[in-house]
């Protein structure tokens, strides 16, 4: 807008500098006119053609943003996404360790009450791994040790946990 203010103004004070000299002819002053008319017209066309590309400007910047966003959104759900499934991973992995927790005296009133197996001598615990209890102990004769299996793995029933029996036998 500006601009074309400018424009206008320059264009009339050319035609008002070309009106005023001394000695003008009626033929000099239509040409001063028309250069006047021409430079304002000019000024217009300018005006109009910086307006559109500011107008186009704007509509990329603002496609741009909406793009932008769109890709925060897609990246902010995937984030959530990852992040659910650590915590389900986290909490199933915390419900394997309470398990074998769980099972592991079970295990040990299993073998302490079973008459043919000499529970003073053995070691019940859970090993590092979230789903294996481990029994050592001994020396013990080979029948026991096998009992010894037996009755801990009847003690964790349907739960997917391993017996690492570690006991030694005479």
Known sequence: MKSKVWFAATAAGAFALFSAAAGCSEKTEQAAEQTAQGVAQDAQNHTQA?????????????????????????????????????????????????????????????LYADEKISGYKLNVDTSGEKDTITIKGGPVPAAEKARITKVAKQAVGDAKIKINNQVTTR
Not at 60 to 65: F, K, M, S, T, Y
Not at 66 to 77: K, L, P
Not at 79 to 92: D, P, R, Y
Request: hydrophobic share 40%; aromatic share 0%.
């Open 50 to 110: 910086a307006g559109q590309a500011v107008e186009k400007t704007g509509e990329a910047v603002v496609e741009g943003a909406q793009e932008a966003g769109e890709a925060v959104s897609r990246g902010a759900e995937q984030v959530a996404q990852g992040a659910s499934q650590a915590v389900e991973s986290g909490a199933k992995e915390l419900g394997d360790a309470g398990q074998v927790l769980t099972l592991t005296p079970k295990v040990k009133n299993a």
